[in-house]
């Protein structure tokens, strides 16, 4: 069963950028299709981009087209999510999936604030 690790949150002003990071362990990380997803206080899960297993297809949610730029390293185990042009309203706990057709694993998050 695969394992995932987020890395790269923080403080951030409105306008600026982070690169957040999900490192998998135990599994076979090029089998998975990878997304990330978001929560903020009071609100429900947000999807925010997914790239198919051999990163040839990206998704995007519409609050983040254009803006956000998601990427993987299967040599390194590793999904990638560069931000730039960070609004408030994309301060949330950002949380890393791997998914199959028979199986999905949540990563525990990365906090993510962007001041105004």
């Known amino acids: 069963q695969v394992q995932l690790v987020e890395s790269g949150g923080g403080l951030v002003q409105a306008g600026g950028s982070l690169r957040l990071s999900c490192a998998a362990s135990?599994?076979?990380?090029?089998?998975?299709?990878m997304a990330w997803f978001r929560q903020a206080p009071g609100k429900e899960r947000e999807f925010v981009a997914a790239?198919?297993?051999?990163?040839?297809?990206?998704y995007y949610g519409d609050s983040v087209k254009g803006r956000f730029t998601i990427s993987r390293d299967n040599a390194k185990n590793t999904v990638y999510l560069q931000m730039n042009s960070l609004k408030p309203e994309d301060t949330a706990v950002y949380y890393c999936n791997a998914r199959t057709a028979l199986s999905s694993h949540w990563g525990q998050g990365t906090q993510v604030t962007v001041s105004s």
């Open positions: 790239i198919s297993w051999r990163g040839t297809n990206t």
């Open positions: 135990g599994g076979t990380f090029s089998m998975y299709n």
